[in-house]
């Protein structure tokens, strides 16, 4: 097949397909008479996949990546990039959804007072920006891609204080939650799944999500049925309403006090108006109980939250919520809509 008719097959210009040889992704044969192209099936496909990542916003250089995973038979990497490409797509889209609401409120306020109140203009513009960059700040500060294949060693082990209890507060958690068969839940910094599985075992149809892919990987081996996605409490990849419960263990002392106002907004957006929401994690009961454990590993960072602080978002965001120490800090704190709509 000659460059010419490919194009026309695949919609594409010559140009482009000159394009993508030049950087490497494709190699047709060349006549050796009149150097014409010439493209076999595989180009083809290839082509087909080169055209289908650019179409996501994939760079030249992680489809060069992908297609040499695939050509060695590794699906994975193709999958883990592919991954990696729908989070960064739904951080924009959450980015360009947070600019669309703060125009809307602009508008109501221009409408409301017929003018143009900077200030207020201003204050809301800035609680934008500031949003937008707590989401582009969120980087691995923990290097959890190397710690996950010991992650369910050092759960075993009960390692310091971050697994204390695990096993009794992963139970006191689905107790709590108690979902009923047809419910769809949400499992947050999910790890290699260890409480998204047990619900899963019960029948529950449950999505989990965790920023690191080698985390992802293990979790998939241990529930292939579960569905997993690559992500962060700042930027949940679902669209709006999906879930009717959402759980997370052992993950929300990693965010900062801003931080975490920031993901109890995400959990209500992807919670479904009936929705509930159950964290089970280090805390403090109030500022008067505030301790600092000793960190288990040097590259643990922790902000252990403040219960009654959580309560008081919850309050103010139509929520009733309630908590019960396992022990000294280890807290489980749910929390249910005081209206459906």
């Known amino acids: 097949m000659q460059i010419k008719e490919i194009a026309a097959k695949l919609n594409i210009s010559p140009r482009a397909i000159r394009f993508y040889e030049e950087k490497g992704l494709i190699h047709p044969a060349k006549s050796a008479e009149n150097q014409y192209r010439s493209f076999t099936e595989n180009d083809v496909w290839k082509l087909q996949c080169i055209i289908a990542l650019r179409e996501v916003g994939m760079s030249i250089e992680d489809i060069r990546l992908a297609l040499i995973e695939v050509d060695a038979g590794n699906q994975s990497e193709l999958l883990s990039l592919l991954e ?14 947070q600019m669309v609401e703060t125009t809307d409120q602009m508008i109501a306020m221009v409408k409301q007072k017929q003018t143009l109140p900077l200030a207020d203009v201003y204050t809301l513009a800035e609680g934008s920006k500031r949003l937008r960059e707590l989401r582009k700040s969120w980087h691995d500060r923990w290097n959890f891609d190397k710690l996950a294949p010991l992650h369910d060693e050092r759960v075993a082990s009960g390692s ?94 990693h965010l900062t006090d801003e931080e975490k106002m920031l993901a109890l907004a995400e959990m209500k957006r992807v919670l479904k108006p009936h929705g509930r929401i159950c964290i089970t994690d280090l805390m403090f009961e109030n500022e008067a109980k505030r301790r600092y454990p000793e960190p288990a590993h040097p590259a643990d960072e922790r902000h252990y939250a403040d219960v009654s602080r959580l309560i008081d978002w919850f309050e103010a965001n ?18 249910v809509p005081i209206w459906r709509q």
């Open 84 to 97: 990696i490409q729908r989070s960064v797509m739904f951080s924009q889209w959450l980015e360009l959804k």
């Open 160 to 253: 310091g204080a971050d697994y204390r209890n695990y096993d009794e507060a992963l139970t006191q958690t689905m107790h709590w939650v108690a979902p009923a068969q047809g419910e769809y839940g949400l499992d947050i910094g999910t790890g290699t799944g260890n409480l998204a599985g047990r619900l899963l075992m019960r029948g529950i149809r449950m999505a989990a999500i965790d920023q690191s892919k080698e985390m992802l990987k293990h979790c998939l081996r241990k529930y292939p049925g579960l569905e997993t996605k690559l992500g962060n409490f700042l930027s949940l990849p679902f669209t709006d309403r999906q879930f009717d419960f959402i759980v997370s263990s052992y993950a929300f002392h």
């Open 318 to 335: 139509g929520y009733l919520a309630t908590y019960k120490l396992l022990d000294d800090m280890l807290c489980i704190l749910y929390a």
